[in-house]
T-cell receptor, first 116, second 120 residues
């Protein structure tokens, strides 16, 4: 079945460091891909998304490119801030996945801590 | 615009007791989801509603879990009786109507803050 694999955490970086969180997926069809973020004490919120191959999603300085050939959607940010400390979840939604079209399938999450 | 509202935020119960969670989605959102998030894991879908209809409940443990969405607006998820393994965060999410001819799964899901359940 469909699945998402993302790099294990926790990831600890200094402020202004470069961030990469790897995400790869397995899907039956041609999924849409998402990054959600969960700040401490808050609910999940969409960070960015891409709905077709080669699309780049971007928001708040974060970027991710939908790579069909490598089935990847890695999250990057050029200069992290302390306020970026959170748990990041990669997810997919597969329109061809039986009766579960539209359902999100999440990775396990990667906890990011940014030190001043 | 108000977000997805869930209550209670926290619940502690003894095993074998019943418990219920309530969710009010964003106004106009016809699709409602319940997810369970175990500690250190990503959320996993329990049930999805399109208006009043449960269109995907394949992952809902039906021997002890039930859900309803009367009138196609707010929803209640119930566990009876609760077991130790049910300790988790229960998340509700909603999404707007799919655009006619649009692809499934491209819509953003908006999540509530969750209910943290502890079963002792």
């Amino acid at each position: 079945g469909d699945s998402v694999t993302q790099m294990e955490g926790p990831v600890t970086l200094s402020e202004e460091a470069f961030l990469t969180i790897n995400c790869t997926y397995t899907a039956t069809g041609y999924p849409s891909l998402f990054w959600y973020v969960q700040y401490p004490g808050e609910g999940l919120q969409l960070l960015l998304k891409a709905t077709k191959a080669d699309d780049k999603g971007s928001n708040k300085g974060f970027e991710a490119t939908y790579r069909k050939e490598t089935t990847s959607f890695h999250l990057e940010k050029g200069s992290v801030q302390v306020s970026d400390s959170a748990v990041y979840f990669c997810a997919l939604s597969d329109p061809d996945y039986g009766g579960s079209q539209g359902n999100l399938i999440f990775g396990k999450g990667t906890k990011l801590s940014v030190k001043p | 615009e108000a977000g997805v509202v869930q209550s209670p935020r926290y619940k502690i119960i003894e095993k074998k007791q019943p418990v219920a969670f309530w969710c009010n989605p964003i106004s106009g959102h016809n699709t409602l989801y319940w997810y369970r998030q175990n500690l250190g894991q990503g959320p996993e879908l329990l049930i999805r509603y399109e208006n009043e209809e449960a269109v995907d409940d394949s992952q809902l443990p039906k021997d002890r879990f039930s859900a309803e969405r009367l009138k196609g607006v707010d929803s209640t998820l119930k566990i009876q009786p609760a077991e130790l393994g049910d300790s988790a965060v229960y998340l509700c999410a909603s999404s707007p109507p799919r655009i006619a001819g649009g692809r499934w799964g491209t819509d953003t899901q908006y999540f509530g803050p969750g209910t943290r359940l502890t079963v002792l």
